[in-house]
């Protein structure tokens, strides 16, 4: 499979609105949890060798090698959700008296499920990343934290979902049950976090 996150956003988005069964809303989330920590990067590109800022400066630093790490890593879950889609897809496609048909696809909802889990996980990280550099960034580049810390909400959102559609359909009720507990359980740390932050620096700006 040719990388996907490697094509044009003009590219990428037709694939998106077309009938081909990659990339979806996992790897949508993926690249839009990319986008939200590069914002973070900026932020702090933009504050390293400010006077006003020199006491952060090494925090920044540190900050920003985190976050190009971790949009890397965004960028390579678009190829491995559809990598990890496309076999379930096919499985569908197994007769329903093919006696393997059972256990291949239990196999893929888990494999299925795992990628916009990643996803999910990765995007929990940008909020804690974005958080940091709207609270030690240049106040002239906050807005862009915020901005990052909505698309990093948002990304967390949409791999969840996508991590559910899957698990309603696992024969393992316990690890269905597992993998869902631990999204609802972060889904409520990470959207009051990022509402937080969010609300802090929009309120910010208030006359």
């Not at 909505?150 to 309603?168: E, H, L, P, Q, S």
Request: some cysteine; charged content about 25%.
């Amino acid at each position: 499979m040719a990388s996907l996150y490697k094509e044009s956003c003009e590219k990428f988005t037709e694939l998106l609105a077309s009938p081909a069964a990659v990339p979806g809303g996992g790897g949508a989330s993926a690249l839009v949890g990319a986008i939200g920590i590069a914002l973070g990067d900026m932020v702090g590109e933009l504050t390293v060798g400010k006077k006003k800022y020199a006491d952060v400066e090494e925090e920044i630093k540190a900050l920003m090698v985190k976050a190009q790490d971790l949009r890397v890593r965004l960028l390579q879950c678009i190829d491995q959700d559809a990598e990890a889609f496309e076999p379930l897809s096919k499985a569908y496609g197994i007769p329903k008296d093919d006696p393997s048909r059972d256990a291949t696809l239990e196999k893929c909802l888990h494999d299925a499920a795992d990628a916009p889990l990643h996803i999910f996980d990765l995007s929990c990280e940008a909020i804690d990343l974005l958080k940091e550099f709207g609270a030690k960034g240049s106040k002239m580049m906050i807005s862009d934290a915020a901005t990052g810390v909505a698309m990093a909400r948002a990304a967390m959102y949409g791999a969840a979902v996508n991590v559910k559609v899957n698990t309603k359909l696992m024969k393992d009720r316990d690890y269905a049950a597992a993998m869902n507990a631990h999204v609802e359980e972060m889904m409520a740390k990470y959207t009051s976090e990022a509402d937080q932050v969010y609300d802090s620096i929009y309120n910010y700006f208030e006359n």
